[in-house]
């Protein structure tokens, strides 16, 4: 304790910052695969035929934008995937498939496409990791397979789930 104008006074306090362990998950980009498109060839010269998405909402022209965040550094976080179902009776969740974003698209023909996994209802993991720098990129690219027996179709769609969990 002082006096002013005499004294010269100096008090303390203590100043808390309390930062949370926090996973975090980022998705955009509901797609659209038009093979009524004008810019498509359908059929293609082989089925099965491999098909980039005609339109996205996200900033990868080939799929989706996909990040995640966590700032612990003793838990790993798991990323997973599953679709809802088929898209129509002749037409199956397991003819989408993903890949890590710039994958070189699959040739016609060739079944099952190297380097691309199919989507299933089930939950599967597609990648785990510790603490981030920030958010970590994990875009992901999506390609259709067009097969001899789908049906037409004027707009048939899936649900696609994205699930971080940590432990």
């Not at 089925?47 to 005609?54: I, L, V």
């Not at 809802?84 to 699959?106: H, R, V």
């Amino acid at each position: 304790m002082g006096f002013a104008p005499g004294d010269t006074l100096v008090d303390t306090l203590l100043v808390t910052v309390r930062i949370p362990s926090r996973i975090g998950l980022y998705v955009n980009g509901n797609t659209e695969f038009d093979l009524s498109d004008p810019g498509v060839t359908y059929p293609p010269a082989a089925f099965p035929g491999y098909y980039d998405p005609t339109l996205v909402a996200g900033g990868n022209a080939d799929g989706i934008d996909l990040q995640v965040f966590s700032n612990s550094g003793v838990m790993i976080w798991q990323l997973e995937t599953s679709g809802s179902g088929d898209f129509t009776p002749t037409i199956a969740l397991d003819q989408l498939y993903y890949a890590i974003d710039g994958t070189g698209n699959p040739p016609d023909g060739i079944d099952p496409p190297a380097g691309w996994t199919a989507f299933t209802n089930a939950y599967v993991g597609i990648a785990s990791g510790g603490k981030t720098t920030g958010w970590s990129s994990r875009n992901q690219d999506y390609v259709f397979q067009a097969e001899t027996d789908d049906d037409p179709t004027a707009g048939a769609t899936v649900i696609i789930y994205y699930r971080l969990y940590a432990q």
